[in-house]
C-alpha cells in the first residue's frame, strides 16, 4: 500500500496568514493527488484534484501543486472559515490513502 | 444535483456483521466512469478508504479488511450496500459514501455519514 505523510499534523494560524501543508507518498504517484477540507462533524470536502486543480466553487486562495512524492497545499490568505482539518489522499493505485490529517487552528 | 445518503444501524454488537445502505441520486452506476467508495472514520481519527465498486461491477477493498468486507450494488434502486463482518469496537466510526469523479479519480461528493457504535 502507498502511504501518505502530512506535515505538519498540526499548525496555529492567524487571519491573513500564508498557510502551506505539505504530503508526501512512500513512491511516485504521478500527479494523482487530491486535497480535502473537513469541519467538525462534517464530511470532507474536495478542495483540489489532480495535484493542482481546483473544484469547482472553492476559493481560489486555495491551490495545490506538486508531482511524483512531494505535494502542498497552500492557502493565500487564511480566512475564519478556513480552520479546519486538511486531508491528502492518493489515487494512483488501490487501495487509495489518505495522509494522516493536518489541523489548522486560531492562533 | 448529486447526493448520497448512509443508512444502517447506529449500534451493533461485537461478532455480528455490519450492513450499510448508501442510497444516491444525480447520477447513475450503470454510467461508464462512474464509481462510489465507503470511507470511514473513527471519532478523532484520520479517514480510512474500505472499499469501491465499478459501474462495471469491478470490485476493490482495503488490504487490511478486505476479508471481512463485502461491496455490491443495486442499479435499479440506486443504491450501494457494504457488509463488514465480525464486528470490534475498534470499527466504531462514522462510516461514509461517496461518489468519484472518474476522470480525475477523486471523490467529489459525499454523504454526511452515518456513525457506527460496536458495543455489548
Known amino acids: 500500500d502507498i502511504q501518505m505523510t502530512q506535515s505538519p499534523s498540526s499548525l496555529s494560524a492567524s487571519v491573513g496568514d500564508r498557510v502551506t501543508i505539505t504530503c508526501r507518498a512512500s513512491?511516485?504517484?504521478?500527479?494523482?493527488l487530491n486535497w480535502y477540507q473537513q469541519k467538525p462533524a462534517k464530511a470532507p470536502k474536495l478542495l483540489i484534484y489532480?495535484?493542482?486543480s481546483l473544484q469547482s466553487g472553492v476559493p481560489s486562495r486555495f491551490s495545490g501543486s506538486g508531482s511524483g512524492t512531494d505535494f502542498t497545499l497552500t492557502i493565500s490568505s487564511l480566512q475564519p472559515e478556513d480552520f479546519a482539518t486538511y486531508y491528502c489522499?492518493?489515487?494512483?493505485?488501490?487501495?487509495?490513502?489518505f495522509g494522516q490529517g493536518t489541523k489548522v487552528e486560531i492562533k | 444535483q448529486v447526493t448520497l445518503r448512509e443508512s444502517g444501524p447506529a449500534l451493533v454488537k461485537p461478532t455480528q456483521t455490519l450492513t450499510l445502505t448508501c442510497t444516491f441520486s444525480?447520477?447513475?452506476?450503470?454510467?461508464?466512469?462512474?464509481?462510489v467508495s465507503w470511507i470511514r472514520q473513527p471519532p478523532g481519527k484520520a479517514l480510512e478508504w474500505l472499499a469501491r465498486?465499478?459501474?462495471?461491477?469491478?470490485?476493490y477493498y482495503s488490504t487490511s479488511l478486505k476479508t471481512r468486507l463485502t461491496i455490491s450494488k443495486d442499479t435499479s434502486k440506486d443504491q450501494v450496500v457494504l457488509t463488514m463482518t465480525n464486528m470490534d469496537p475498534v470499527d466504531t466510526a462514522t462510516y461514509y459514501c461517496?461518489?468519484?469523479?472518474?476522470?480525475?479519480?477523486?471523490?467529489?461528493?459525499w454523504g454526511q455519514g452515518t456513525l457506527v457504535t460496536v458495543s455489548s
Open positions: 444525480g447520477f447513475s452506476l450503470s454510467t461508464s466512469g462512474m464509481c
Open positions: 465498486i465499478d459501474w462495471d461491477d469491478d470490485k
Open positions: 489532480a495535484a493542482s
Open positions: 489522499q492518493q489515487s494512483y493505485s488501490t487501495p487509495w490513502t
Open positions: 461517496a461518489r468519484i469523479k472518474a476522470s480525475a479519480a477523486t471523490f467529489d461528493y
Open positions: 513512491q511516485s504517484i504521478s500527479n494523482y
